[in-house]
Each structure stands twice: as structure tokens, then as C-alpha cells.
């Protein structure tokens, strides 16, 4: 309960073991088709979605036209088939992407006995 109320991620050492023995076979990084199919400007505005950011905004930061903005955006929205900005940057997120280009923190994993 202490580790929990601490902000611990706690699991059975059954499903610590799952967890611990995915990660043990194959370092490399998984391949997803929609990730690697995005341009570098695409990641950018991606990123940038997840701020918040206007398509105005976007141009002004990025030096771009905002047609040009709309353009990239309608190609990242088809590449990883989603329906709006909203839905992007839920995408985003799921996909290990945050709004400063820094990496998403991980947490421990303490297995515990039920």
C-alpha cells in the first residue's frame, strides 16, 4: 500500500515476469509503419499539436505558410489514420511523443507477493 500511495506502479510478480520477459528477448526498438512513415516536419507539427498550438501558430513557429501547415497536416492525419488534431495528439502520446521532444519518464515496476 506504501509503494502505491507513493506513486509506485505495483504488479503481481506473475505479470512482472510477463512484463520483464518481453522486454528480454529483443532490445531493438518495435518497427510501426506509421511512425517511421512520418517526414521530420510532419513530427514537428505533431508535436506541436500536442501544445495546443493553432495552425497560425505552428506557421509562425516553424517560418512556414499556414497553408502549408494545413497541408502537412492533412498528410500526417491520412499516415496515421486519424480524424482530427485531437486524435493526432492522442496518438502522439501513445506513440512515446510529448510536446517538448523530450522522452515520456517510465516507472519502476515492483513485483509484490498477492
Do not use: Y
Not at 505479470?15 to 531493438?28: E, I, K, M, N, T
Not at 492525419?77 to 480524424?83: F, M, Q, S
Amino acid at each position: 500500500m506504501r509503494r502505491v500511495a507513493a506513486g509506485d506502479a505495483v504488479f503481481s510478480p506473475r505479470l512482472a515476469g510477463f512484463v520483464l520477459d518481453a522486454f528480454a528477448g529483443d532490445r531493438s526498438p518495435p518497427v510501426d509503419p506509421e511512425l517511421d512513415a512520418l517526414t521530420a516536419r510532419e513530427r514537428e507539427i505533431l508535436q506541436l499539436l500536442m501544445t495546443g498550438a493553432s495552425n497560425k501558430l505552428i506557421a509562425i513557429r516553424l517560418g512556414i505558410a499556414e497553408a502549408t501547415v494545413k497541408v502537412h497536416l492533412k498528410t500526417l492525419l491520412r499516415k496515421i489514420d486519424v480524424n482530427n488534431r485531437t486524435q493526432a495528439a492522442i496518438w502522439a502520446m501513445h506513440n512515446g511523443f510529448t510536446a517538448d521532444g523530450a522522452p515520456i519518464p517510465t516507472r519502476v515496476l515492483h513485483a509484490v507477493s498477492a
